[in-house]
Each structure stands twice: as structure tokens, then as C-alpha cells.
């Protein structure tokens, strides 16, 4: 999933990841283009906006360098169009941050509108909550000029509502310093000015009160030569006079339940899905009656998140309460830690950022408290392993968790697991040949074994294929045989990347047993096997393949448990490792005992 935050320093995550735009003029370029998405943007306007009518002789080709390297950058999530002499940016999956102030903004203004002074507040605290300081930071000046004083305005607008609906609420105690900073940075906001008044006046400090007009009387004289407006004179009035009318109300409780519609934060699930014909049964038996905890496990590139994604929506009318999606960032170097993902959750659930607890065990309370009440979807992609995800599971009978991870999760309790390997071969053909259009029975299943079936790379293969209509089933084969990781990337989709992100997850001892036994050893491989080639002993041994099957970078293969294999890509990988890391004289030596086998060597019990 892509996010873009302009509420603040201007910021684009894909996927848990921050994406390091550049400097100022790029992110002007993606500002302007957002702020005026789905609609086309005159290469003048972005020209004035970059340049502020001093352009350069090559303004057009720096705007379609800037162009050109955000949809490198932002992927296929986001399209870019030339279009009538200007751009166009389309992203209907996207999460924008101004997006979702604008909805809270707008329902919390109805709410207060309506006397649901307890839903008004719970709202405009969670469009709040969105703001990181001065809107667009990073953009040029010209662009914040332009642009900040309509956002800054709406901002200021919502918090004065808030403000309202506060003290509506009876929560004066709570306000009462908000307001305070509001009117130094505010101080001709008569409004802001007023809600500052009633708030000190019904917290007892009626002198404060009054010093606050009073300042506010010199500072419109100095600045504007204007008295204060009628409203605010007899507000202060009323509070010389201690008008009973200016008694604050019984409190009333604001509760962090969100006012508006259910979460919806499912990504698209892939339009050509295909195969899984035994899987998508089984865990829509799991999810759909709720209460469930469900995992499905596998090497990278298998497909998990398209499979999770697919039932997902499959099953997400039986969870009308809402669907929430997290990448956890599992397979990545920084995956999420629990207290930022509860903080996530909480904020999705509708809790405001200032009402968020601040420890780990806090946050998991309210959440869980939160989950009970509702019948919940909630989907965590890419879990590290046990430990991140353990504390966010929420338990109970109604809300069901369906989780995709590389590793096996073996020791999460309650939990089912479904483990994804390859694609049959009449599964990986028919995806190969609705992407391709290319009908080559003998020249596909030699291509397709080459690979394992592994999903993804029968996806870029496929893609490759349509892309290339020259370019034959049998040539894309040899050039798989001479470079595979080469014809295994394309665009953002790299089966070696994924491959590269699980190996750096393993211990060095790991590393070079993988390295060493892609090596050495082909097709099914015994523990004994593993042992004489690594110069271990059995006990060791096992233990190095449970470890590398743990992240299914080695398989159990059939019904006995000491046979075992590597996928294709994964060896051919790191058969590539073992040539770059691993001294001649060490793969020769591993070579030597594996071909020797037990007349020189035998393993220790």
C-alpha cells in the first residue's frame, strides 16, 4: 500500500517504506500533482510552481525528469499520465492524509451541526491527529505560499469546532491549556479568543478570563484599529456578571469508537489471480464464521499477500465492522514494532493521537477492548515471526486475523496454517499464458521447471513475454539457463531481491550452510547428506535444516522427516553466494567429502 503525507514534512511510504523522494523540487512536482489528483496539471502551472515565473531554458525536460523518476519511484500503485500539455496522477488505492483529515473534518462539522457534541469530538481529534506541523515542508516556497493558507485555514477551522464541541461536552479541565496556546498563536482569532474564556471562566479562574479580553481588545486596537465584535463584549459581560447560561454541562463521555463508516483498508486484490483451487476453500471454512487465527506461510514469491488478499474480500461481508490491513514489514531490515503497529490499529478503530496509551501493554488493552466489540477483519502482511505478532493478536469469538509470513510461525499458539509452495504445472501455465498470450506446450514446462513454478516468476516471465512480442518461449529459456536472476526482474517485481532480503534474515552459520548445500547436493537430500558435506554432526545438521526450513529456504519433502530439498531458485541463488563468499579451497573440501561419502567420513552421533 502507498501513503502520502502532506500534513507536515512531505513524506511517501510504500509498503512500510519511507521512499527517499530528493530534494524540493521533486516533491513540488508530487505536492502539486496530489493536491490536484485526477485532475490534469498545466505544465505552467508546475512551472510557476517550481520556478515562480523565472524558468530556466530547459524547464520541460527538468518537469519530465521529475516526472519520469517519481513513477520509478512510486511504482504501479500510481499512474502518471501525459495528458492535454500537462500531467494527470491517478492513485484510487492510495491513502493521503488530507484525504482523510478532509473526511473526519467534514463528518465532525455535521456532528456539532447535529448536537452530537460527543461524536464531533472523537472525530475532529482524529482529523487533528493527522497534522506533523506546517503543511507541504519540502515543497518550494512559492508552492507553501500558494498553497498553506487554505489547508492551514481548514486545520484552524476544525480546531476551533473541536474546541466547541469540548466545552459542549463539559471537558473545560481538558481544554482549558489548548486554548491557550491556540490564542498565542492566534491572537486576532476573536473565536479562538471566546472558547478561551469560557474555558478558564468554568474552570474558576475568572480574572484570566477577563485579562484575555482585555488583551485581545489592545492587540485588534494596535494591529487593526478595531474594537472586539459584539459577541465577544458580551461574553465578557456574562462572565463579570457570573451568568448561570455560562455553567458548564454535565460531562459527557467521549468514547473512541469511530463515528463514520467501518474501516475499509483492504488493498486490490491481483484482477488474475489463478490457481489455489485447494487453498481458498479451506481458509474461507476458516475465516468466515469469525474468531479465527490463521496464517498462510511460504518462501517469498509464492504469492501469500494475493492469496490472503483474495479471500480477504471474499469473505469481508461477514465482517461488517470493518477490514483492516497492516504490512508489518516482516522480510524488511526495520519491521514494525508492536507498540507502532497498536497505534495503527487504535487510529483505524477511530481512537484520537492524544487519547492513545503510551505504553505497549496499554495500547494492547484498549485495542483488544475495542476488537471484542466488533466483527473485524484485520489482515497483517509480512510478519517478522512470533514475538511481533503474538501481542497484536486480539482473541475473541467475533474478529478474525489472517496473517502471511516467511517464516512458519510454528509456535503461535491457537493458530492454523495453510503453506504455499509452488504452482502445479497446469496452474503456472495458465497463468503464464493469460499473461503472455504464448501457446508453446514443451518450450513452457521446460521454462517453467527452470523456475520452480515459483509465482512470482512465472508473473515477471509472463510479463516479460507480453512485453517483448519478438521474444520467443524458448529464447526467454536459454536466457533463464545463462542469467536468471536477470531475466527474473522486472520493473519493481525481482525474484532475486526477495530471495537476497531472506538470506541477509539468516545467521552467518546459516548463510553457509545454505551456500554449501546448494552446491554440493541436487533434487532430495538426507540429514546424513547434509551432515558429511558440512563436516557436522547429525544433531547439528538437523538442527541448520529445521532452521533453513523455518524460513522455507529448505522443504521437508514427502512423509519422512529427514529427507529434505531447496527450491530451484532459491540454490541457484545461492550457489551464486557460495562463489562470492566461500574460499576455493572450503567448496572444494565440501565437494571432496560429498563425493567420498561414507568410505572417508562419517558423522558424529
Not at 515562480?52 to 511504482?75: C, D, H, K, M
Request: some cysteine; aromatic content about 4%.
Amino acid at each position: 500500500m502507498i501513503r502520502f503525507q502532506l500534513l507536515g514534512p512531505i513524506e511517501v511510504t510504500r509498503n512500510g517504506q519511507r521512499l527517499a523522494l530528493g530534494g524540493s523540487k521533486i516533491q513540488t512536482v508530487l505536492a502539486t500533482l496530489l493536491l490536484s489528483r485526477n485532475r490534469v496539471v498545466s505544465d505552467s502551472t508546475v512551472s510557476e510552481m517550481l520556478w515562480r515565473g523565472e524558468l530556466p531554458s530547459t524547464s520541460n525536460a527538468q518537469i519530465q525528469t521529475y516526472v519520469s523518476r517519481l513513477r520509478s519511484q512510486l511504482g504501479p500503485q500510481v499512474e502518471l499520465v501525459r495528458q492535454r500539455g500537462g500531467y494527470l496522477l491517478r492513485a484510487p488505492e492510495a491513502w493521503v492524509d488530507l484525504d482523510e483529515f478532509q473526511a473526519h473534518s467534514a463528518t465532525g462539522h455535521a456532528a456539532l451541526e447535529a448536537d452530537r457534541y460527543a461524536d464531533a469530538v472523537t472525530s475532529l481529534r482524529a482529523a487533528q491527529a493527522l497534522w506533523r506541523g506546517h503543511a507541504l515542508v519540502g515543497a518550494t516556497e512559492y508552492l507553501t505560499e500558494v498553497e498553506q493558507p487554505r489547508l492551514e485555514e481548514a486545520r484552524l477551522a476544525a480546531g476551533e469546532a473541536l474546541m466547541t464541541a469540548e466545552l459542549a461536552c463539559g471537558n473545560h479541565y481538558r481544554v482549558v491549556s489548548e486554548l491557550t496556546a491556540m490564542v498565542s498563536r492566534h491572537p486576532l482569532r476573536e473565536n479562538v479568543r471566546g472558547l478561551s474564556m469560557l474555558a478558564l471562566y468554568r474552570c474558576g479562574r475568572q480574572a484570566e478570563a477577563l485579562a484575555t479580553y482585555d488583551a485581545c481588545r489592545r492587540h485588534l486596537a494596535e494591529e487593526l484599529g478595531i474594537d472586539p465584535r459584539d459577541e465577544l463584549k458580551a461574553l465578557r459581560q456574562a462572565i463579570l456578571e457570573q451568568d448561570p447560561a455560562l455553567t458548564a454541562p454535565e460531562p459527557v463521555e467521549v468514547t473512541s469508537r469511530p463515528s463514520g463508516e467501518p474501516p475499509a483498508q483492504l488493498p486490490s486484490a491481483p484482477s488474475d489471480f489463478t490457481g489455489r483451487a485447494k487453498e481458498v476453500p479451506q481458509l474461507d471454512a476458516v475465516l468466515r464464521p469469525g474468531g479465527a487465527t490463521t496464517a498462510v506461510v511460504g518462501l517469498a514469491g509464492t504469492g501469500k499477500t494475493a492469496l490472503a488478499l483474495q479471500i480477504a474480500h471474499a469473505v469481508r461481508d461477514k465482517f461488517p465492522d470493518g477490514q483492516l490491513y497492516l504490512d508489518l514489514a516482516g522480510s524488511t531490515a526495520d519491521p514494525v514494532l508492536p507498540a507502532t503497529a497498536f497505534a495503527t490499529l487504535l487510529r483505524s478503530l477511530g481512537v484520537p493521537e492524544g487519547e492513545l496509551p503510551t505504553d505497549l501493554a496499554g495500547r494492547g488493552r484498549l485495542f483488544r477492548q475495542l476488537a471484542a466489540e466488533r466483527r473485524l477483519l484485520i489482515v497483517l502482511d509480512d510478519v517478522a515471526d512470533e514475538s511481533q505478532v503474538r501481542p497484536l493478536l486480539p482473541g475473541g469469538r467475533r474478529t478474525s486475523v489472517l496473517m502471511t509470513s516467511r517464516r512458519r510461525l510454528a509456535a503461535l499458539e491457537g493458530t492454523t496454517r495453510t503453506v504455499l509452495r509452488g504452482f502445479t504445472a497446469t496452474e503456472a501455465e495458465s497463468l503464464l499464458l493469460a499473461l503472455s498470450g504464448r501457446a508453446d506446450p514443451v518450450a513452457t514446462r521446460k521454462l517453467l521447471a527452470a523456475t520452480g513454478r515459483l509465482p512470482l516468476a512465472v508473473r515477471v516471465l509472463g510479463a516479460r513475454l507480453a512485453a517483448n512480442p519478438d521474444l520467443t518461449v524458448p529464447q526467454v529459456a536459454a536466457r533463464l539457463s545463462d542469467e536468471p536472476f536477470g531475466q527474473l526482474r522486472l520493473g519493481d517485481l525481482d525474484v532475486g531481491a526477495r530471495i537476497e532480503t531472506s538470506y541477509a534474515q539468516l545467521s552467518p552459520v546459516r548463510r553457509r550452510a545454505l551456500r554449501l548445500l546448494s552446491l554440493g547436493l541436487t533434487g532430495t537430500f538426507s540429514i546424513w547428506q547434509a551432515a558429511v558435506l558440512l563436516n557436522d554432526s547429525l544433531v547439528t545438521a538437523h538442527e541448520l535444516l529445521n532452521e533453513l526450513a523455518d524460513q522455507h529456504l529448505a522443504e521437508v519433502t514427502g512423509d519422512r522427516l529427514d529427507l529434505y530439498s531447496i527450491h530451484p531458485l532459491v540454490r541457484a541463488y545461492a550457489r551464486d553466494r557460495a562463489f562470492a563468499e566461500d574460499a576455493p579451497h572450503e567448496r572444494s573440501a565440501a565437494l571432496e567429502r560429498i563425493h567420498q561419502g561414507s568410505r572417508l567420513w562419517s558423522p558424529a552421533a
